[in-house]
T-cell receptor, first 117, second 115 residues
Framework: EAQVTQNPRYLITVTGKKLTVTCSQNMNHEYMSWYRQDPGLGLRQIYY???????DKGDVPEGYKVSRKEKRNFPLILESPSPNQTSLYFC????????????????FGPGTRLTVL | AQTVTQSQPEMSVQEAETVTLSCTYDTSESDYYLFWYKQPPSRQMILVIRQEAYKQQNATENRFSVNFQKAAKSFSLKISDSQLGDAAMYFCAYRKGTSGSRLTFGEGTQLTVNP
Protein backbone atom coordinates (compact mmCIF):
# COMPACT_ATOMS: atom_id res chain seq x y z
CA GLU A 1 0.00 0.00 0.00
CA ALA A 2 1.30 3.42 -0.99
CA GLN A 3 1.71 5.50 2.09
CA VAL A 4 3.59 8.07 4.11
CA THR A 5 4.31 7.06 7.68
CA GLN A 6 5.29 9.22 10.62
CA ASN A 7 6.53 8.31 14.07
CA PRO A 8 5.69 8.96 16.76
CA ARG A 9 2.04 9.91 16.33
CA TYR A 10 1.92 11.62 19.71
CA LEU A 11 4.76 13.07 21.73
CA ILE A 12 4.91 15.09 24.94
CA THR A 13 8.32 16.44 25.82
CA VAL A 14 10.00 19.18 27.81
CA THR A 15 11.74 22.34 26.70
CA GLY A 16 15.24 21.76 25.41
CA LYS A 17 15.12 17.99 25.03
CA LYS A 18 16.17 17.09 21.49
CA LEU A 19 13.73 15.04 19.49
CA THR A 20 13.30 13.59 16.02
CA VAL A 21 10.10 12.90 14.16
CA THR A 22 10.59 10.35 11.43
CA CYS A 23 8.90 10.33 8.04
CA SER A 24 9.08 7.59 5.46
CA GLN A 25 7.39 7.04 2.11
CA ASN A 26 7.27 3.92 -0.05
CA MET A 27 6.31 5.54 -3.36
CA ASN A 28 9.82 6.45 -4.55
CA HIS A 29 8.85 10.11 -4.47
CA GLU A 30 11.52 12.72 -5.03
CA TYR A 31 9.82 15.60 -3.25
CA MET A 32 9.20 15.53 0.51
CA SER A 33 8.05 18.26 2.82
CA TRP A 34 7.21 19.08 6.44
CA TYR A 35 4.28 21.25 7.50
CA ARG A 36 3.01 22.41 10.83
CA GLN A 37 -0.68 23.06 11.50
CA ASP A 38 -1.84 25.65 14.01
CA PRO A 39 -5.40 26.84 14.70
CA GLY A 40 -6.42 29.73 12.48
CA LEU A 41 -3.22 29.50 10.43
CA GLY A 42 -3.80 26.43 8.32
CA LEU A 43 -0.70 24.45 7.37
CA ARG A 44 2.64 26.14 6.86
CA GLN A 45 5.67 24.61 5.26
CA ILE A 46 8.75 24.16 7.45
CA TYR A 47 11.30 22.53 5.13
CA TYR A 48 11.25 20.65 1.88
CA UNK A 49 13.51 18.39 -0.11
CA UNK A 50 13.70 17.97 -3.86
CA UNK A 51 15.79 14.81 -3.64
CA UNK A 52 18.55 13.13 -1.66
CA UNK A 53 20.92 15.68 -0.13
CA UNK A 54 18.80 18.57 -1.47
CA UNK A 55 16.85 20.46 1.19
CA ASP A 56 15.65 24.02 1.55
CA LYS A 57 13.74 26.25 3.93
CA GLY A 58 10.02 26.74 3.78
CA ASP A 59 8.01 29.49 5.40
CA VAL A 60 8.72 28.72 9.08
CA PRO A 61 12.11 26.96 9.37
CA GLU A 62 13.36 28.53 12.62
CA GLY A 63 14.06 25.96 15.32
CA TYR A 64 13.97 22.96 12.97
CA LYS A 65 16.48 20.89 11.05
CA VAL A 66 16.04 18.22 8.40
CA SER A 67 18.16 15.78 6.50
CA ARG A 68 17.63 13.64 3.40
CA LYS A 69 20.25 10.91 3.31
CA GLU A 70 17.94 8.36 1.75
CA LYS A 71 15.20 8.94 -0.77
CA ARG A 72 12.47 7.37 1.33
CA ASN A 73 13.23 9.12 4.65
CA PHE A 74 12.96 12.76 5.69
CA PRO A 75 13.29 13.20 9.47
CA LEU A 76 12.41 16.44 11.25
CA ILE A 77 14.76 17.38 14.07
CA LEU A 78 14.04 19.77 16.92
CA GLU A 79 17.36 20.23 18.67
CA SER A 80 16.03 22.43 21.48
CA PRO A 81 12.23 22.35 21.44
CA SER A 82 10.30 25.27 22.88
CA PRO A 83 6.60 25.58 23.81
CA ASN A 84 5.87 27.58 20.64
CA GLN A 85 6.69 24.46 18.67
CA THR A 86 3.69 22.70 20.15
CA SER A 87 1.74 21.85 17.03
CA LEU A 88 0.46 19.19 14.69
CA TYR A 89 3.10 18.17 12.18
CA PHE A 90 2.59 16.62 8.77
CA CYS A 91 5.03 15.05 6.37
CA UNK A 92 4.08 14.94 2.71
CA UNK A 93 5.59 13.57 -0.49
CA UNK A 94 4.97 13.81 -4.20
CA UNK A 95 6.48 12.60 -7.44
CA UNK A 96 8.41 14.91 -9.73
CA UNK A 97 8.37 12.52 -12.66
CA UNK A 98 5.77 11.64 -15.21
CA UNK A 99 3.01 13.62 -16.80
CA UNK A 100 1.01 16.25 -15.05
CA UNK A 101 -1.14 16.12 -12.97
CA UNK A 102 0.52 12.99 -11.55
CA UNK A 103 3.30 15.14 -10.18
CA UNK A 104 0.99 17.53 -8.48
CA UNK A 105 -0.63 15.46 -5.78
CA UNK A 106 0.96 15.54 -2.37
CA UNK A 107 0.39 12.52 -0.14
CA PHE A 108 0.25 13.29 3.55
CA GLY A 109 1.28 11.24 6.54
CA PRO A 110 -1.11 10.75 9.47
CA GLY A 111 0.33 13.62 11.50
CA THR A 112 2.33 13.91 14.72
CA ARG A 113 0.85 15.75 17.65
CA LEU A 114 3.74 17.37 19.56
CA THR A 115 3.40 19.05 22.93
CA VAL A 116 6.39 20.87 24.42
CA LEU A 117 6.03 21.68 28.11
CA ALA B 1 4.02 35.82 -2.34
CA GLN B 2 0.97 33.73 -2.87
CA THR B 3 -1.81 33.90 -0.30
CA VAL B 4 -4.93 31.85 0.21
CA THR B 5 -7.89 33.15 2.21
CA GLN B 6 -10.87 31.27 3.58
CA SER B 7 -13.19 33.86 5.07
CA GLN B 8 -15.58 31.41 6.72
CA PRO B 9 -14.05 29.88 9.87
CA GLU B 10 -17.20 27.81 10.44
CA MET B 11 -20.11 26.66 8.34
CA SER B 12 -23.05 24.37 9.00
CA VAL B 13 -25.45 22.51 6.75
CA GLN B 14 -28.40 20.20 7.16
CA GLU B 15 -27.98 16.64 6.06
CA ALA B 16 -28.93 16.19 2.38
CA GLU B 17 -28.63 19.92 1.70
CA THR B 18 -25.99 21.75 -0.33
CA VAL B 19 -23.25 23.95 1.08
CA THR B 20 -20.59 26.11 -0.55
CA LEU B 21 -17.23 26.87 1.03
CA SER B 22 -15.40 29.96 -0.17
CA CYS B 23 -11.75 30.43 -1.03
CA THR B 24 -9.88 33.29 -2.65
CA TYR B 25 -6.22 33.42 -3.59
CA ASP B 26 -3.70 35.89 -4.81
CA THR B 27 -1.02 35.10 -7.34
CA SER B 28 0.75 36.59 -10.32
CA GLU B 29 1.41 33.17 -11.82
CA SER B 30 -0.49 31.85 -14.81
CA ASP B 31 0.35 28.17 -14.23
CA TYR B 32 -0.88 26.80 -10.94
CA TYR B 33 -3.08 24.27 -9.23
CA LEU B 34 -5.78 24.60 -6.62
CA PHE B 35 -6.88 21.95 -4.17
CA TRP B 36 -9.44 21.26 -1.50
CA TYR B 37 -8.35 19.01 1.33
CA LYS B 38 -10.62 17.50 3.96
CA GLN B 39 -9.39 16.88 7.50
CA PRO B 40 -11.78 14.75 9.58
CA PRO B 41 -11.35 14.33 13.35
CA SER B 42 -8.72 11.66 12.64
CA ARG B 43 -6.50 14.55 11.44
CA GLN B 44 -5.68 12.75 8.20
CA MET B 45 -5.36 15.11 5.21
CA ILE B 46 -7.54 13.81 2.39
CA LEU B 47 -7.48 15.28 -1.10
CA VAL B 48 -11.05 16.07 -2.15
CA ILE B 49 -10.65 17.75 -5.51
CA ARG B 50 -8.02 19.38 -7.72
CA GLN B 51 -8.27 22.09 -10.36
CA GLU B 52 -5.63 22.95 -12.96
CA ALA B 53 -5.60 26.66 -13.73
CA TYR B 54 -5.21 26.07 -17.45
CA LYS B 55 -8.48 24.16 -17.57
CA GLN B 56 -11.61 26.23 -17.92
CA GLN B 57 -13.92 23.39 -17.00
CA ASN B 58 -14.73 23.14 -13.30
CA ALA B 59 -13.56 19.94 -11.63
CA THR B 60 -16.14 17.52 -10.24
CA GLU B 61 -15.77 14.47 -8.00
CA ASN B 62 -19.09 12.81 -7.24
CA ARG B 63 -20.91 15.12 -4.79
CA PHE B 64 -18.04 17.62 -4.74
CA SER B 65 -17.61 20.31 -7.35
CA VAL B 66 -15.78 23.57 -7.63
CA ASN B 67 -16.58 26.98 -9.04
CA PHE B 68 -13.27 28.23 -10.41
CA GLN B 69 -13.31 31.89 -11.34
CA LYS B 70 -9.80 32.58 -12.59
CA ALA B 71 -10.19 36.30 -13.21
CA ALA B 72 -11.70 36.82 -9.77
CA LYS B 73 -9.17 34.43 -8.19
CA SER B 74 -11.96 32.55 -6.51
CA PHE B 75 -12.18 28.80 -5.93
CA SER B 76 -15.25 27.68 -4.02
CA LEU B 77 -16.20 24.12 -3.10
CA LYS B 78 -19.79 22.93 -3.38
CA ILE B 79 -20.88 19.85 -1.49
CA SER B 80 -24.20 18.43 -2.65
CA ASP B 81 -26.41 16.04 -0.72
CA SER B 82 -24.35 16.61 2.43
CA GLN B 83 -23.70 13.57 4.59
CA LEU B 84 -22.73 13.27 8.23
CA GLY B 85 -19.35 11.96 7.10
CA ASP B 86 -18.66 15.26 5.35
CA ALA B 87 -18.23 16.97 8.72
CA ALA B 88 -14.60 18.04 8.84
CA MET B 89 -12.15 20.90 8.52
CA TYR B 90 -11.73 21.86 4.87
CA PHE B 91 -8.58 23.53 3.58
CA CYS B 92 -8.14 25.31 0.30
CA ALA B 93 -4.60 25.14 -1.07
CA TYR B 94 -2.59 26.65 -3.92
CA ARG B 95 0.49 25.38 -5.68
CA LYS B 96 2.54 26.90 -8.46
CA GLY B 97 2.87 24.80 -11.58
CA THR B 98 6.63 24.53 -11.39
CA SER B 99 8.12 21.34 -10.09
CA GLY B 100 8.77 21.14 -6.38
CA SER B 101 6.55 24.02 -5.40
CA ARG B 102 5.05 24.15 -1.95
CA LEU B 103 1.40 24.06 -1.05
CA THR B 104 0.09 27.31 0.41
CA PHE B 105 -2.96 26.69 2.60
CA GLY B 106 -5.87 28.80 3.71
CA GLU B 107 -6.90 29.04 7.34
CA GLY B 108 -9.53 26.33 7.05
CA THR B 109 -13.32 26.13 7.35
CA GLN B 110 -14.89 23.87 9.96
CA LEU B 111 -17.98 22.26 8.46
CA THR B 112 -20.71 20.86 10.70
CA VAL B 113 -23.42 18.63 9.24
CA ASN B 114 -26.64 18.59 11.24
CA PRO B 115 -28.88 15.50 11.13
Amino acid sequence: EAQVTQNPRYLITVTGKKLTVTCSQNMNHEYMSWYRQDPGLGLRQIYYSMNVEATDKGDVPEGYKVSRKEKRNFPLILESPSPNQTSLYFCASSSQRGARPTTDTQYFGPGTRLTVL
Amino acid sequence: AQTVTQSQPEMSVQEAETVTLSCTYDTSESDYYLFWYKQPPSRQMILVIRQEAYKQQNATENRFSVNFQKAAKSFSLKISDSQLGDAAMYFCAYRKGTSGSRLTFGEGTQLTVNP
